[in-house]
């Protein structure tokens, strides 16, 4: 049976989250910051593309990138955290299980990923990045943050220190407007417009939420929080022209990378492919 398609002229915003997301202007800029390729750049562009929650980003397997018969990555199968309260030995506990496919959004995200995979060799446990933990992007983003407050960084750039109108109570310290899930609202907030056509269930169920009122509420947003115009929605804008991004293309891609025709083998660390060749030559002497 179909279900309802849930549609809401106006989405309400609670006054706490009155500065919860990232513009297409802001998030190009931060993007910018990144060179081609970079797994920082592909983990944001995880979260704020494909809805993933930052955890989920940094935990991707290279077998969760499902490639067409061309090679070019095409969906992303990964499991997304669903609670679930279950009594165990020690009481109640929490577990995630739930998995979920997802279409990439984003022609992009497309080349940036075929790139990184033939840059950055295979990691231990087949993990797509050497880091599977957020702290790598928090940190990244608190060292962008000191440049901007610094001055090294042109005054685009001052929208990094804009704080959330919300605090922790308690907490003596400034919880910035701009942060790795303010960019996982700009994508629930985009695809709710211009993707799924206002289907909030839709969203929900692609995106790995158990409850509608929780996308609703929490994650979609107006249109104009983002950039997002009502002529923009009616021309259903691409995302990539949204952000304006623009690829490289394929020519830039074949000049970039050496074609190798060898085995690589899995190693621990973040080492491009040419550095890795560099060291496993030098090793071998």
């Keep these: 049976m179909k279900?309802?398609?849930l549609k809401y002229d106006v989405v309400l915003v609670k006054e706490l989250w009155k500065y919860p997301v990232i513009t297409n202007h802001e998030l190009k800029l931060l993007l910018d910051l990144l060179e081609d390729y970079h797994?920082?750049?592909?983990?944001?562009?995880?979260?704020a593309i494909e809805g993933m929650r930052p955890k989920e980003a940094c935990q991707v397997l290279r077998k969760q990138i499902i490639l067409d018969e061309n090679g070019d990555p095409k969906e992303i199968i990964h499991y997304v955290y669903k609670p679930k309260n279950r009594i165990g030995s020690k009481g109640e506990r929490r577990i995630m299980y739930?998995?979920?496919?997802?279409?990439?959004?984003?022609?992009?995200?497309?080349?940036?990923?075929?790139?990184?995979?033939?840059y950055y060799p295979p990691y231990e446990?087949?993990?797509?990045?050497?880091?599977?933990e957020t702290d790598s992007l928090q940190n990244w983003l608190k060292k962008i943050r000191l440049k901007a407050k610094n001055g090294e960084l042109s005054e685009r750039y001052n929208f990094l220190l804009?704080?959330?109108?919300y605090t922790l109570k308690g907490e003596n310290k400034t919880i910035y407007r701009v942060n790795l899930y303010a960019l996982r609202r700009f994508s629930f907030t985009f695809h709710y417009w211009i993707t799924f056509n206002?289907?909030?269930?839709?969203?929900?169920?692609t995106f790995g939420h158990s409850r509608v009122d929780t996308t609703l509420q929490y994650y979609i947003f107006p249109p104009e929080s983002i950039g997002l115009t009502r002529d923009m929605i009616n021309k259903k804008i691409s995302i990539d022209n949204f952000i304006k991004?623009?690829?490289?293309?394929?020519?830039?891609?074949?000049?970039?990378f050496p074609k190798r025709q060898v085995s690589i083998p899995k190693v621990p660390g973040q080492r491009r492919?040419?550095?890795y060749f560099e060291f496993f030559t030098t090793a071998n002497k």
């Design 3 to 5: 279900h309802e398609v």
């Design 39 to 47: 797994p920082y750049k592909i983990a944001l562009l995880f979260i």
């Design 98 to 118: 739930k998995k979920v496919r997802k279409p990439i959004f984003s022609n992009y995200l497309k080349e940036q990923l075929k790139g990184y995979l033939l």
């Design 125 to 132: 446990f087949d993990k797509l990045f050497a880091f599977s």
């Design 162 to 165: 804009d704080p959330n109108l």
């Design 198 to 205: 206002q289907d909030a269930v839709t969203l929900s169920k």
């Design 245 to 256: 991004l623009l690829p490289a293309g394929q020519k830039y891609l074949d000049e970039f």
């Design 273 to 275: 492919l040419d550095n």
